[in-house]
């Protein structure tokens, strides 16, 4: 799938509705509160808000590590094996095994042999880049090419929805922009819809299409702001005019969902 | 239209990013890198203003050399100025072998004594590595079953701990009265030493695997022994073989405590029973003949298990890596 292919914002066949979800720990501290999101195919969707506002909540309820104790989630034609991905804020590798063995992983746990996906890994890590490191360790690379392995790992199966928990929070501006970069070639060329967490104003309004703006105790959602620029954006974009506005205008409504919580 | 990334550009994009990142001041360093990095960066500008002379690195290398060196040489040195001022005393102020034998006895013992020597070693190592063996498998069963039911956890760990901290040289003589076998009793004598470090690092190991992987796990659908086998169990390695270091020095204590309680009670074979028997007879010679050879049991012990433990994680785990500084 490819942008052109995308349908417009709003029109594209829903992949997943939470509906008036809850979530209440130890019967007290209420991460989440009557929060709604439908989730359309091809949604490239930026989760913002504060720190403790319920982004990593939200993400553990859909990919079901956690029951919400209020509403549901609900996918569209169910969930099948591997149709979520998740990539959190540290790799999370596997440090005794081979990059290789890493992405392996998800098809492993399924009973599938190494040999009979084999080429499904190759493809995954030419895709980021890392063809040439399949047998390292991952304490032979880089926080960025670590950072790939896991993305890798997260795309082998093609899966309908990937959950990204602020995955370049950890890594320095540089190599943050370039995996921006690539994260969204990325998706160009698989068409899979993510959603994404961060605290990022700028990096939101680069990626996604959808910005969801969340606000803490309790949190909820305060709004919901569209970046219309087509895909593929390429670096020009983040110097242009409609860059600037959408920043300003995250800015704003996080700054308004900050004041919400004093 | 765009197209995905290409091999070629994938990897261009790669080795930039390497060659940037350490220039980048304010790259965020890779937890663990920080000190290496920037005293490789300062040292290479030093070198570049002395005429490309890496001065500082040669100073390094020279220095590290020295240390190799000295690691080997010098408790070598001291053994030899020990060794020879106990010959020079003994022979100088005319001590009694049986008093103090010198180390020239000592040795002469050694080789005229090996028939005795040789196969109370064999016994001593017999019953400490088959020691070991069953405080390997218990203690590794014990961990998975306490981690995987917390039940049995909560009923079983304060026994543990209890028969862990009991002194083992007043639990020898009851087992001694209740089981048979010599043999055998010295064998639960040394692995009821052995087994609690194997169980107690184990236990934690299997319980300290990253939660994000756990989650994956879970995400995946993974079973209850494939959690265990691809996921706590490689995480409980390097822990394991900690307590197995620790375990593999117990299990020779154990079975030298073993003995000396067991062992006079007729089946006296190993290292310690000839030590103790060599004591009694005032034999000083042979006595300290068969505690260097305990001696040297240890050190074998903690080097094999030393071995083992680098072989199994040198590829990834943090504890064997060798850093350049
Ligand atoms: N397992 C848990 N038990 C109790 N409270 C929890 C648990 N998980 C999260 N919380 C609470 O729920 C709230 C939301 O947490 P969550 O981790 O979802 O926030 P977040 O938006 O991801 O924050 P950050 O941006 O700092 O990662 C916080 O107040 C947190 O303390
Ligand atoms: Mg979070």
New interface residues.
């Given amino acids: 799938m490819?942008?052109?292919a995308r349908e417009p914002l709003g029109q594209r066949p829903e992949l997943l509705r939470m509906s008036r979800i809850g979530k209440t720990f130890g019967g007290q501290v209420v991460a989440l509160n009557d929060l709604s999101l439908s989730v359309q195919q091809g949604d490239f969707i930026s989760l913002l808000g504060p720190s403790g506002c319920g982004k990593s909540t939200a993400l553990?309820l859909i990919?079901?590590?956690i029951q919400p104790t209020a509403g549901s989630i609900e996918w569209q034609g169910g969930q099948g094996?591997g149709d979520?991905g998740?990539v959190?804020q540290?790799p999370?590798l596997?440090?005794?095994?081979r990059v290789k063995d890493n992405v392996w992983?998800?098809f492993?746990?399924?009973g599938q042999s190494y040999s009979s996906v084999a080429d499904k890994i190759e493809r995954a890590l030419?895709?980021?880049?890392?063809?040439?490191f399949k047998d390292a360790?991952?304490?032979e690379l880089?926080?960025?090419?670590k950072m790939r392995v896991s993305i890798a790992r997260a795309l082998v199966t093609r899966p309908r929805l990937i959950l990204m928990d602020e995955p370049f929070a950890?890594?320095?501006?540089?190599?943050r922009h370039?995996l921006n970069n690539?994260l969204l070639?990325?998706r160009?060329?698989?068409g899979c819809t993510v959603i994404f967490v961060t605290h990022s104003v700028f990096e939101s309004v680069f990626l996604s299409d959808r910005i969801v703006v969340m606000a803490a105790s309790p949190g909820r959602v305060v709004g919901e702001l569209t970046v219309d620029a087509p895909?593929?954006r390429s670096d020009a974009f983040r110097t242009s005019a409609e860059y600037a506005a959408s920043a300003s205008e995250a800015s704003a409504m996080l700054v308004r969902a900050m004041e919400h919580a004093a | 239209?765009?197209?995905?990334?290409t091999?070629e550009?994938?990897?261009g994009?790669?080795t930039q990013?390497?060659i940037?990142?350490p220039v980048?001041p304010?790259?965020?360093p890779?937890p663990g890198h920080i000190g290496g990095q920037m005293y490789d960066q300062i040292s290479s500008q030093d070198a570049e203003k002395t005429n490309g002379l890496d001065v500082e690195e040669e100073r390094r290398a020279r220095q590290a050399r020295i240390v190799s060196i000295a690691r080997w040489a010098l408790p070598s040195l001291l053994l030899v100025i020990l060794v020879g001022s106990w010959q020079a005393y003994v022979t100088l102020a005319e001590v009694p072998h049986y008093i103090l034998p010198s180390p020239v006895r000592i040795a002469q013992t050694l080789v005229q004594d090996w028939g005795i020597l040789w196969p109370a070693l064999l016994a001593t190592a017999r019953l400490t590595f088959l020691a070991l063996l069953f405080a390997i498998i218990g203690g590794l069963l014990l961990a998975v079953a306490f981690t995987q039911s917390k039940w049995a956890e909560l009923a079983m760990f304060p026994y543990a701990v209890i028969l862990q901290v009991t002194p083992v040289v007043a639990i020898a003589p009851l087992l001694q009265i209740y089981v048979d076998s010599a043999f055998v009793a010295a064998l639960l004598c040394a692995w009821l030493v052995a087994f609690f470090p194997i169980l107690a690092n184990t236990t934690i190991g299997l319980k300290s695997a990253?939660h994000?992987?756990r989650?994956?796990?879970?995400?995946?659908?993974?079973s209850r022994w494939?959690t265990l086998r691809?996921?706590t169990g490689?995480s409980a390695?390097p822990f394991f073989l900690g307590g197995l270091k620790i375990a593999g020095g117990l299990a020779l204590i154990g079975a030298v405590v073993a003995e000396f309680v067991i062992g006079r009670a007729g089946t006296g074979l190993g290292l310690a029973s000839t030590l103790l028997e060599a004591s009694y007879r005032f034999n000083f010679g042979r006595l300290y003949a068969a505690l260097i050879l305990i001696s040297l049991m240890g050190v074998a012990i903690f080097g094999l298990m030393s071995l083992i433990s680098y072989l199994l994680l040198f590829?990834?785990?943090?504890s064997a890596?060798k850093r350049e500084s």
């Fill in positions: 490819t942008s052109s553990r990919a079901n590590l094996e979520l998740v959190f540290e999370t596997m440090p005794w095994a992983l998800p492993r746990l399924r030419s895709l980021v880049g890392l063809q040439d360790f991952p304490r880089s926080g960025g090419m950890a890594l320095d501006e540089i190599t370039k690539d070639s990325l160009e060329s698989i895909y593929p | 239209m765009s197209s995905p990334i091999p550009q994938g990897s994009q790669l990013s390497r940037d990142q980048d304010l790259a965020d890779v990253d994000n992987l989650d994956l796990f879970r995400i995946y659908g993974a494939q691809l996921l490689p390695l590829r990834w785990h943090e890596l």
